[in-house]
């Protein structure tokens, strides 16, 4: 024990930095923020710690080829002893990484933290968050598999949509006419040396305006930001009320941070590593290319914007909303910084969490995208076809052989792009299934040219059987009035 | 370390030092950016915008649409499956012929062909289009891309280039417009 303090004071005599390390950690903090909702930028740093760590591991072994990196990816989980574990602790330390990082904004939002004087400290915090996104999404494109392979083909699509820079954007970011090996190489340079660094150079700044302004005090309702006066009662606050931020907060940043990298093993041994999934080989057209989980609630927009919203949401939606986050501390730089006292904010984060909880929800099943099999695979219940005329059950065999199926669903079973028919005879009358089927419309093809009279005539009267026992199907007011007035007639 | 009075000599040295290197940084930025930019100011690289043959024409039945597979004339040696790219080709009726780009038209996926409904689909937001390539439904603001295309000694040729884009494909959509569609 002497000689390691014999030789800590030798280095500290040249270094001379000891003094100013046990200031910044003994720093005095209000009392109230050594609480567990103030663990979460430490976390976040932690695990961030983390993927530089297993990123370098990993790096031992990646090859960064498109020719080769799904194999070295293959060597990494099957070869390498415990590759897949490795793989799996960077993996699953991503979505927690992305995780931590939402919920300490939230929490930072909710208790005002943003407003003066750390506006600049939330602005850095929002780079911060677009630069974990960042991460994620070019992670993603290193574990270069289908999935990454046309998840490049959905960047490039909206890149293009910038005006008058989207060729050269694409140009860019392809390194060639095609998504190929030049790709790969531009997406490891951004995941490994630029975008880590710019992360590393933002983590400093953030940190440090977090020491040099003091950790924002636990908001009481009533106590009003001003810009007059704040400083001057934040020093009051940490001087009559203050406590050693080491050891008195730190053991709870301490506690959670293990906790969470436990979690991120745990996870790791338990699920295993993503992927990779099949090889990015672009004529395997058999494949149904999905984003990783964060970016799921924007696979989910993208498929419900109108044709004629796309552009400009898609150009105008990230300016405003990373705008916003930035403008934030200035519109709202004073006042109250409550959660209790700020109803919008509360409900800002509740509608935005149930709004991306129930996109991220609906992409996980994708209820908008034909199910490619389901006229193969599927068969049309057996209570459909009981007791059928063969023309009806001809027309169940035009329902299948024409990929109805793929879009509509009976008895829950089939595609949600369309409506299920099960009970489609009680809304459209014969005449109305036969111009549907023709004609289309409302968001489904026409089938006029690919059905012959006959498998229309027995398709919609397939179509006509599907309603529930007891409900009669739809009829045409016209005709049954009509009907109506001739049958008193032959009885009379 | 005041600047004034008799310093004024090291002040504009060091101001000379900053110019200095200002000019350095100039001169060093021109090949940086170069290269940089190579993907976009490097101009067109032979191989782009190239004629390439899918492959004798008796390959495509007449009335039929198939998938047949190129490799990218611009390639590098670790390109690995990546170069090797699909289109579907439809034999109109013999004489003619539309070959589409595997890549939806609204976010690049790869659309797949259904001879039976005569529709092709794709996977990811549920975009769908006829046989001749015109959007049928869903999200895509547009039809499928076309390559250009011609027939030579019996072989069909397309020309290649970019991967298709909704932004920068209007080249693209003049190709589009050989067979309008009877508005069914």
Not at chain 1, 32 to 48: E, I, K, Q, R
Not at chain 1, 332 to 346: H, L, M, N, Q, T
Not at chain 2, 77 to 85: I, K, N, S
Request: aromatic share 10%; charged share 15%.
């Amino acid at each position: 024990m002497r000689l390691i303090e014999t030789i800590g004071k030798w280095l500290d005599a040249r270094l001379q930095i000891g003094e100013t390390i046990r200031e910044t950690a003994e720093h005095s903090v209000p009392r109230d923020t050594a609480s567990w909702f103030y663990v979460f930028g430490s976390a976040a740093l932690v695990v961030f710690m983390l993927q530089i760590a297993t990123g370098i591991m990993l790096a031992l072994i990646y090859v960064p080829s498109a020719g080769q990196a799904w194999n070295s990816l293959q060597i990494l989980n099957h070869s390498i002893t415990l590759g897949w574990f490795i793989r799996g602790l960077h993996g699953w330390g991503s979505d927690f990484m992305v995780a931590i990082v939402l919920i300490h904004m939230v929490q930072v939002f909710l208790f005002g933290a943003y407003k003066y004087p750390r506006e600049l400290t939330w602005m850095v915090g929002v780079l911060l968050l677009l630069v974990t996104l960042g991460m994620a999404f070019t992670g993603q494109v290193l574990r270069f598999d289908q999935d990454a392979y046309w998840g490049l083909g959905i960047g490039v699509s909206i890149a293009s949509h910038v005006p008058l820079m989207g060729s050269w954007i694409v140009s860019l970011m392809l390194g060639g006419p095609i998504i190929a090996g030049a790709t790969l190489t531009r997406f490891f340079a951004l995941h490994v040396f630029v975008i880590p660094g710019l992360l590393i150079g933002f983590v400093a700044v953030h940190l440090l305006m977090v020491i040099k302004l003091g950790i924002n005090e636990w908001p009481m309702p009533g106590r009003i930001v001003r810009k007059a006066t704040y400083v001057k009662e934040y020093h009051e606050l940490t001087k009559k009320d203050g406590i050693p931020f080491v050891p008195a907060a730190v053991w709870k940043d301490m506690f959670f941070s293990g906790a969470i990298l436990l979690a991120v093993a745990a996870c790791a041994i338990y699920f295993g590593p993503f992927g990779p999934s099949g090889q990015p080989d672009p004529t395997i057209i058999q494949t149904a290319p999905r984003p990783d989980f964060f970016f799921l609630w924007l696979y989910a927009v993208l498929s419900f914007l109108p044709p004629s919203m796309e552009t400009p949401a898609m150009l105008i939606g990230p300016v405003v909303v990373i705008g916003g986050l930035l403008l934030l501390p200035f519109i709202f730089g004073e006042g109250e910084k409550s959660w209790k006292r700020r109803p919008i904010a509360v409900l800002t984060i509740l509608l935005v969490a149930v709004a991306l909880g129930t996109l991220t929800h609906l992409a996980t099943y994708t209820p908008w995208s034909p199910v490619m099999d389901a006229w193969s695979s599927l068969p049309i219940p057996a209570e459909y076809l009981h007791n059928r005329s063969a023309l009806e059950r001809q027309g169940a065999l035009v329902f299948q052989v024409k990929q109805c199926h793929n879009c509509h669903s009976l008895d829950h079973e089939g595609g949600k792009r369309g409506p299920a028919l099960d009970a489609v005879a009680l809304q459209l009358t014969d005449d109305q299934l036969i111009r549907q089927v023709i004609q289309g419309g409302g968001n489904m093809p026409a089938y006029g040219k690919n059905l012959s009279p006959a498998e229309t005539t027995a398709l919609v009267s397939f179509l006509k059987t599907l309603h529930p026992e007891g409900r009669p199907p739809a009829r045409d007011a016209a005709l049954a009035h009509a009907a109506g007035s001739v049958a008193p007639a032959t009885h009379p | 370390m005041t600047l004034l009075g008799p310093s004024t000599r090291r002040e504009m040295l060091m101001k000379l030092g900053i110019a200095f290197n200002t000019i350095v940084g100039a001169i060093l930025a021109v090949p940086i950016v170069k290269y940089i930019m190579s993907p976009v100011i490097g101009g067109e690289k032979s191989g782009y915008d190239s004629w390439l043959s899918l492959g004798d024409v008796t390959q495509f039945p007449a009335g039929e649409t198939r998938l047949a597979v190129y490799r990218n004339p611009v390639v590098n040696p670790w390109d690995g499956d990546t170069a090797d790219l699909p289109c579907w080709v439809r034999n109109v009726d013999g004489q003619n012929f539309q070959v589409f780009h595997i890549n939806c038209a609204h976010l690049g996926c790869p659309v797949r062909w259904f001879p039976q409904s005569k529709l092709f689909m794709c996977p990811c937001h549920g975009g769908a289009y006829y046989e001749d390539g015109s959007r049928a439904s869903g999200p895509p603001e547009r039809g499928l891309f076309a390559y250009d295309h011609k027939i030579e000694t019996g072989q069909l040729f397309i020309k290649t280039g970019q991967i298709p884009a909704p932004g920068i494909a209007s080249s693209d959509a003049s190709s589009d417009g050989e067979e309008k569609p009877p508005c069914a």
